[in-house]
């Protein structure tokens, strides 16, 4: 007998109990029960976002990864819709995994065969149960409505991988050509049969008959990507347009696993690193081979942009799986039975080949400028007194850049027992969360800031969640902060002579939120 794969996950959500957990994000991307991973088919449309992502309902008990739905039309407030991909066909049994959407209008819908608005793309796993042999193949689930969904009838688009390649082969990623309108191109990420990560591109017409175009190759990279980690996860190119220069470039994101460069950072059991280029044909040329991480915190991973309707354009918004391989052991999976959280979006430039990330929304309630409390907590420690009662909170602050150079500050999220320190020091940013609930897989690290960094330091905290944003938007750094439950609010570590300049606080609810 089959399984009704798609009733067993809605028990599955009707029994959970993640809202009474007081370590459930508020205004971020979080699963009903089970465990999260990456983001998948992001989208706006008219007004509304759109998050999928990677769902396994019944974790840990089984294994089996769904398409969860999650919709907003503010970026904050997040309703559960029922999960999206079911894994139930023939090419998808082991799971329906990572891949992108695009919003078709126009002429473009009249030439695409499945003559519906919204298309996703996505990797169909399939794993022999005797001999255990993988097969991924690159399938579409359209939707007229969003609410409605189909999986192609001509599925799998592209049944295996090609020659030359093994079968991790996954996470499409489709896009316009820009340069030939009309036409799209899908970016996979795949090992090459040497074990080496790569990823490759194929062209269609119509979205469903697609066509291998080879590599994507790095001309001016002088090799440093040719044999760079043992695969390539989750590529996505996404057009960004420097600030100061209005130039637009190319930038590649992606998840390649197993490197290990002589440089600082990547100290992540995966990174997600970036390189600006300009995409002509196969070729992602004028990198200069250099490639960044995109964000310096504990978890980050597999990151992808919103899709747009070329008629509704708007800033490129970028959102993360705040989790990262190997790190279900979180403290939510007994108390809540949920794991993992998406990250908020936020919005994307360039400045001289470095990317800038700032926070897409603001929350809702502002409460205005910090007016320091000293509550002689300690020596240089000030309550945040707008701040008290909260969980779910906002914090800019901005530094007196003649004062800045060598002082110490920062804030301290959580009690004298169990916090979260984020501590900008003389040109470097400390984050200790050593005597938190979640030390595993990093507990103290320590970031260079780049050249020229504002003193600017924007701290998102929600729960358990936290983000961080140095130099206006010059530095990011995620991670996961389970601090005591019973704690609140922030304290600001000051050493003077630093003066602030100008600060805010926002919090997610009107009144402080009582445990
Ligand atoms: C990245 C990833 C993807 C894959 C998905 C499976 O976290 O491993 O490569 O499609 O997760 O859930």
């Known amino acids: 007998m089959t399984e009704d794969l798609k009733g067993l996950a809605l028990d599955a959500i009707a029994t959970s109990a993640a809202a009474d957990d007081p370590d459930y994000p508020r205004f971020h991307v ?20 759109h998050a999928f992502y990677q769902f396994s309902p019944f974790h840990p008990h089984r294994k089996l990864v769904y398409w969860g739905h999650s919709s907003s039309a503010d970026l904050l407030h997040w309703r559960h819709h029922e999960p999206t991909i079911v894994p139930d066909s023939f090419y998808d ?58 999986k192609w009838p001509g ?30 191109r899908m970016l996979i990420g795949v090992q ?21 175009e080879g590599e994507l190759t790095f001309p001016d990279a002088g090799g440093v990507f040719d044999s760079f980690g043992y695969m390539w996860e989750c590529p996505g190119l996404v057009r960004v347009t420097d ?66 309707r070329p008629s509704e354009p708007g800033p490129v918004l970028l ?19 949920w794991v993992h959280a998406l990250s908020l979006p936020r919005s994307l430039s360039l400045k001289e080949g470095r990317l ?26 000030y309550e945040i007194a707008e701040l008290r009662g909260y969980r779910s909170w906002q914090l800019r602050l901005e530094a007196d850049a003649a004062s800045d150079s060598d002082a110490c500050w920062g804030l301290r999220i959580g009690t004298a027992e169990s916090h979260v320190d984020i501590v900008l020091d003389g040109g470097v940013l400390r984050v200790d969360r050593s005597t938190s609930r979640y030390t595993q897989h990093g507990s103290v ?28 938007g010059a530095l990011t750094f995620t991670l996961r902060s389970f601090v005591d439950v019973g704690s609140s609010g922030a304290r600001l570590m000051l050493e003077e002579p630093l003066v602030l300049k100008t600060g805010s606080v926002r919090t997610f609810a009107p009144a402080p939120e009582v445990l």
Request: with cysteine; net charge negative; glycine share 10%.
């Open 192 to 212: 090459r049969a040497n074990e080496s990560g790569a990823a490759v591109l194929y062209r269609s017409r119509d979205l469903v008959s697609w066509e291998p």
């Open 356 to 381: 800038i990330q700032r926070p897409a929304t603001n929350l809702p309630h502002d409460v205005g400028r910090p007016a320091l409390v000293d509550t002689a907590l300690e020596a240089g420690q």
């Open 319 to 337: 959102t993360a799986w705040a989790g990262n391989a190997s790190e279900d052991d979180q403290p939510s999976i007994s108390t809540g039975q």
């Open 93 to 150: 049994r082991s799971g329906a995994y990572s891949g992108n959407a695009i919003v078709l209008e126009g002429r473009e819908l009249d030439d695409a065969p499945a003559r519906a608005p919204y298309q996703l793309f996505y990797t169909g796993n399939l794993k022999d149960p005797v001999t255990d042999e993988r097969t991924a193949s690159q399938c579409l689930v359209t939707s007229g409505d969003l609410t409605d969904f189909a």
């Open 445 to 472: 690290r320590a970031v260079t800031l780049p050249e020229g960094c504002a003193p600017v330091l924007e701290v998102i905290h929600d729960r358990s969640l936290t983000e961080v944003f140095v130099g206006d």
């Open 243 to 308: 600030e100061d220069t209005g130039e637009d470039w190319d930038v590649l994101i992606w998840c390649p696993q197993g490197i290990a460069p002589q440089t600082e950072g990547f100290e992540n059991i995966f990174p997600c690193v970036y390189t600006v280029g300009h995409l002509v044909g196969t070729e992602l040329r004028d990198t200069g081979g250099a490639f960044h991480e995109v964000d310096r915190g504990f978890e980050f991973y597999a990151p992808q942009v919103f899709a747009r």
């Open 155 to 184: 599925n799998p688009l592209i049944p295996t991988n090609a020659e030359g390649y093994t079968a991790h082969y996954r996470d499409p990623q489709v896009f316009r050509d820009p340069d030939r309108p009309g036409e799209y």
């Open 30 to 49: 979080v699963p009903p029960v089970g465990r999260l991973n990456d983001p998948n088919g992001l989208l706006v449309d008219g007004g509304t976002f």
